[in-house]
């Protein structure tokens, strides 16, 4: 006879507590932007500067534009590719820069265009060293460019306009 093991799974619900009061993530986030999309495009980068003011690890990244994830670029050979990774660690008041070409956001199965000027909300969650969960909730500007007041390397303006 065989035994029939009944796993209780009590499926508590894990609702969104609007209600809690949860507390802010010891976190900033500067020059934010996403990339707007062009016609038939259906994922895109999210790109800031985050300053935690403790140790903090970036565990989750979501979107009510689509579906969003953590990645990271890496050489395959010759070739960069992204992928996907869960955590990315950030050592109190240090910049992290998430930015095309390195760490980003990815926000892929867009429900609709992202039009430069629109904003996609985004909300971190963040882990403490102590373990505890905090967010961040961002509206990050879409455009088709990089935000000038990035700051550290300044673009340099001016050169190479020689168009005839
Ligand atoms: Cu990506």
């Known amino acids: 006879m ?5 796993i209780a799974a009590p ?8 209600a809690c009061a949860q507390a802010a993530a010891p976190v900033t986030a500067t020059a934010s932007w996403a990339r707007a999309t062009v016609q038939g495009q259906r994922s ?13 690890t970036l565990v989750g990244v979501a979107s009510p534009a689509g579906t969003a994830e953590l990645h990271e670029m890496r050489m395959d050979g010759d070739v960069m590719r992204m992928r996907a990774i869960d955590r990315l660690e950030l050592p109190a008041g240090q910049p992290v820069q998430l930015k095309p070409g390195g760490h ?6 867009l429900k609709a265009p992202l039009q430069p000027g629109a904003s996609m909300p985004v909300t971190l969650t963040f882990r403490t ?20 007041e990035a700051g550290a390397a300044t673009a340099p303006a001016g050169h190479g306009g020689h168009k005839h």
């Not at 065989?2 to 009944?6: C, I, L, P, S, V």
């Not at 895109?44 to 903090?56: H, I, K, N, W």
């Open 2 to 6: 065989t035994a029939f093991r009944f």
């Open 11 to 18: 499926l508590l619900a894990l609702a969104a507590g609007a």
């Open 44 to 56: 895109t980068g999210a790109f800031m500067t985050l300053v935690a003011r403790e140790p903090l």
């Open 104 to 109: 980003h956001l990815m926000v892929m199965d």
């Open 129 to 148: 060293a102590a373990g505890e969960q905090r967010q961040l909730a961002l509206q990050v500007p879409v455009s088709a460019t990089p935000p000038k």
